[in-house]
């Protein structure tokens, strides 16, 4: 997640995945293309079928994939709001300021064994005490770390 404001009243944090949603969308018009290009040729049904339903899990994961996350902490209103926006909706969840414990870092590893980070709201208390993931896919950047201890400084100064 990326700082978007910082000012002493208001820190955003923000997320957006759409880097995947190009090259599925290129692989999905390629495989469409192939399959018009195969039923024009005569291809047997079987060869079709394949190319027909990799076309299809193309789709799925271009339309699966975007996801804009923001969690907004304001000091004005005593909130943490939490937004998500993807291609099936929007969601928004309000957390009090004061029971946020802190932001945690969630770290992983790619089949390359590169390092992995994803958000989580860490909420000691309330109602929604627990943790909450604040993004579903994880970020390869090692920027988003600082960016999250930034955050997690700005509570601590809000809190005194």
Do not use: C
């Not at 018009?36 to 339309?63: C, K, N, P």
């Not at 201890?149 to 700005?154: F, H, K, L, M, T």
Request: aromatic content about 10%; hydrophobic content about 45%; glycine content about 8%.
């Amino acid at each position: 997640m990326k700082i978007t404001r910082d000012t002493p009243d208001q820190l955003i944090l923000e997320h957006r995945n759409f880097a995947y949603v190009l090259p599925a969308g290129i692989v999905t018009l390629l495989f469409f293309w192939l399959l018009m290009l195969m039923t024009t040729q005569g291809f047997e049904l079987r060869a079709l079928l394949i190319v027909g339903l990799a076309s299809v899990a193309a789709f799925v994961v271009t339309l699966f994939l975007p996801e804009r996350s923001q969690l907004i902490l304001d000091t004005s209103t005593g909130l943490a709001e939490h937004r998500r926006k993807t291609p099936f909706g929007y969601r928004s969840i309000n957390y009090d300021l004061s029971d946020i414990d802190q932001i945690g870092i969630e770290r992983s590893f790619t089949s390359q064994g590169n390092p992995a980070y994803r958000a989580r709201l860490e909420v000691g208390r309330g109602m929604s005490a627990g943790q909450h993931l604040l993004t579903r896919g994880f970020d390869l950047a090692e920027a988003s770390l600082s960016d999250l201890q930034r955050a997690n400084e700005w509570l601590d100064a809000v809190r005194g």
